[in-house]
């Protein structure tokens, strides 16, 4: 049973830093392409950033190997540890409009995850809250 699980929220205030981790059971470490989306209230779930891995079967279908959304290039990083079957996303430079609930999914490829949001799992997701 494929499980993801988020840890690392929080509240900090604007221009601090957070680090996000997703850990994953269930598959093989790589298998999938992780990504993070959040959605903050009133407000669609949108995608933030992506990563594949070369042990993903469809590793070759992707063009890039990450992804970030326009609003956090600069400021987010994600990484992947595979030996501990977990994404990272660290943000920093906050902002209050990067205020919500980030969820962690998984996928086949950075095109189909964050491109088109096409999701296998999601987490249950952490709350980030930028505020002074």
């Known amino acids: 049973q494929v499980q993801l699980v988020e840890s690392g929220g929080g509240l900090v205030q604007p221009g601090g830093s957070l680090r996000l981790s997703c850990e994953g059971s269930?598959?093989?470490?790589?298998?999938?392409?992780i990504g993070w989306f959040r959605q903050a209230p009133g407000k669609e779930r949108e995608g933030v950033s992506c990563?594949?891995?070369?042990?993903?079967?469809?590793?070759?279908?992707?063009?890039?190997?990450?992804y970030y959304a326009d609003s956090v290039k600069g400021r987010f990083t994600i990484s992947r540890d595979n030996a501990k079957n977990t994404v990272y996303l660290q943000m920093n430079s906050l902002k209050p409009e990067d205020t919500a609930v980030y969820y962690c999914?998984?996928?086949?490829?950075?095109?189909?995850?964050?491109?088109?949001?096409?999701?296998?799992?999601w987490g249950q997701g952490t709350q980030v809250t930028v505020s002074s």
């Open positions: 999914a998984a996928g086949d490829t950075v095109q189909a995850l964050c491109g088109i949001g096409q999701v296998d799992y």
């Open positions: 990563i594949t891995s070369s042990e993903n079967p469809s590793y070759y279908q992707d063009s890039v190997d990450t």
């Open positions: 269930g598959f093989s470490p790589g298998y999938y392409t």
